[in-house]
């Protein structure tokens, strides 16, 4: 290892339960973007840690949730750019939760917390890796900007508009994206690219109050209507059945495929953590992972219609609706896509049926070529002795198209969560040890590409 890096990870090593207490402090402040709760608090947070770092920062005001900007000069030419947010889904259920959400306690070295492993772990360990070189080096070895939102977890709605009216704040060599995983005993995993995703929300509505359900026989149910428009949308192979919902999509290239034969996805290890007994179709190896990477999805998240309650109530509901999410691949568009669902559901019959759009991003994927990846790829070898797993594609979405797109900025998802982190879902944890290694591989690959010839 460089003697200036070591220097910088032996600090991070002696100053640990200060990093850890900040990691806290910042999952103690909720900040949910669906609702604003703390939103305003957090971003002031994250200015004020910008601030300290002598990052210049800047707050713009969005419509939604405040973006947060700052940059440092370094000792090159070269910039670093750190993506992410500083918002968190909500917490519900909240009665499956072990520990208050907000808490952020540490039970036998692993935080629980709303955030802590989405996207508050990633957005801290940038702060302290800054911090950690500034306290040994003084000056950072290259040009640093930090790009923080506060609305990815709605789907980052003003992201776009901030990067086309900022085109000079949003340009960098590359970017450090979120997060990522690196299993205990597996290898560091490396993400260079994302679906994209069209999130949207269906509503039936046959009267404008529910009625008593002995009319079931003679009146219409916004229930039954809305299942019968669902059940238009997949056949029981799995199939989307949109018309031209496949047109266009880029073919996997043989590269792409090519790099699955490394991939450390722990078949038996996910199904126990999802608590299912086998995949869709039963797949398993090479053809489970073209359908999570490559292959486009239509899931429901939620349906919503008359009582839910303790107990029976005969009710015929007059209202009825569901969340849709469809995860998006290179090729296409979430507006057309949008527009295909919408020509669907006439042609069904379903004319009646309403859609509100929340939210849409393109995919992307880098270059795994460019010299920003290969400076990555070199420092997880460099500091853990082994050959980092490369994914062209996560099966989630992230929104690296509108900094990335246009201008063809690298960007690569790496940390050292794990798959079992509970990420938007009761009790998401992240262990100490963990968020420490995190600080230490962003030290490593700023070091790594500021020196790169």
Known sequence: MDERVQKVLDYIEAHKDEYVALLQRFCRQPSLANTGEGIAEMSEMVRAELEKLGANPQVFETGGSPFVYGEIKGETDRTFGFYDHYDVQPVDPLNEWHTDPFAAEIIDGVIYARGVADNKDGLVTRLCAVDAWQKVHGTLPLNVKFLFEGEEEIGSPHLLPFAEAHPDLIQCDGYVWEGGNREPGGPAELTMGVKGLLYVELYSTVSEKDAH???????PSATWRLVQALNTLKDRDGKILIDGFYDGIKPVSQAEKDALKTDVFNESAVKEILGIEKFIGDAHGEDLLMSLY??????????TAGYQGEGSKTVLPGKASCKIDFRLVPGQDPNRILE?????LDKHGFEDIKIECHSGCLAHRSDPEAPFCKAVIRSMKKLFNEQPCVQCT???????YAFCAKTNIPAIMFGSSSESANIHAPNEHLAVNAFIDMIRINVTVMHEFAVQE
């Open 213 to 219: 359900s002995m009319y079931a026989a003679i009146t």
């Open 294 to 303: 490559y292959k486009p999805t239509c899931n429901i998240c939620g349906i």
């Open 340 to 344: 295909l669902l919408r020509a669907h």
């Open 394 to 400: 996560s099966g989630g979405t992230s929104p690296m």
